[in-house]
């Protein structure tokens, strides 16, 4: 990370379309503060967290081992950054009195987004009755030939239990109108925190955000903390990514889509979704993408090859269609991979009425459309490219995510 100043780091990717900037200490502050910034599209949204510390001792700041530490007679303070994220680690010296670590928050422009176990989203039947199993980190169908179990929606441990965090009102790709490319909206993730003793010894920690009163909590099991070797690491990570940290199976026709406002008139120039592919890929797995105005098909894109089973962004161009101001479209998206071998989308859990889904029998998307009710809470990794239309540019053009719904055909959804 580069030093502002005595008290103040920074990470900038000086990506003028889509950036993210961290920022470490308070460049606002005359002393370092054990604090964190993150900062998406130019601060146009941000969120700061900061450890609350009553000691009374005065902390030594140092740099060593790629990390930034605070350190005082109780607990400290490490900032460093790892693959696709940033740590923000708090080290007990001593067992705490309390087995809570508390931090405030302040934010701008963003929603937070909790993350529950599968057995709180997802029951037994769902999907027309094929779901047969759910844990914590996934659902499962079965297969009649074989009888085997196939997980079509997973969410990895240290998601279970985090936040998703959003743009209030934006998403999409406005780069080529001049403006900002939000994606699916999505400014960065809060993983489930670790907690390790001296000894290698971890368990989960209990994390919850009160955007009301600022505060963000981690709470740690007091057994552990009663027979942890001290120090004790508590390790919460901040993400990069900008995809959705859960996978929902999409494929053998499956449509899902969310629906979007834009506020100025334009013309569809691709659509972007964030896919990978389970059992590996075959010759001929593709992907649509298509764009409805209510239950009538306004356009779709040819059938794209998904060329590889890896986690990746896949773009599929549009017909530039025409698309009017402070209309609602849903952004659609389906796969011909056969299940069992399971062609996921990623998405996070958003709020009531994000998502829903339909069944189709073909790779042609219908219509009309036969959407389901829209009741379901997911907001999936897709996203529009859009240019002006007329020839206008349009320097700050906003575009606000309205409610989702996710198309199911036969075998899964995605949206």
Partial sequence: MEKINSTTYKKDNKDKFNRFEIEVGDIHSEDFKPQVKLKRWDNECNASFRVIDDGLDEPTIKEEEGKIKYIKNKIEAHFYEVEKGHEFEVVLKKKPNINKIQMSIETKRLKFYYQPPLTEEIKVGDEGGRIVKVTETDAYVKDEKTGELTSVNHRPENVVGSYAVYHKSNSGDYSKMGGKNYMAGKAFHIYRPKIIDSNGNWVWGNLSIDEKSGILTIEIDQDFLDNAVYPVNVDPTFGYDTVGGSTQNVGNYQVSGSYHTITETGTADSMTGYFDIAGGYSSGDEFKTGIYQGTSLIGSSAAVDLQNADPAWRTANMNGESLTANTEYMLVAMSNVMPLRCCYLYYDSGT????????????????????????????????????????????????QLGKGMQINSKNHHLS
């Avoid at 189709?360 to 219908?366: E, L, R, S, V, Y």
């Avoid at 459309?369 to 053009?397: F, H, L, Q």
């Fill in 352 to 399: 009531e009425g994000d998502s829903n889904y339909d069944n189709q029998d073909d790779f042609i998307f219908d219509d009309p459309a036969n959407w389901e009710d829209r009741d379901t809470d997911r907001k999936y990794s897709i996203y529009c490219t859009y240019t002006a239309g007329g020839g206008t540019k349009v320097i700050k053009p906003t575009y």
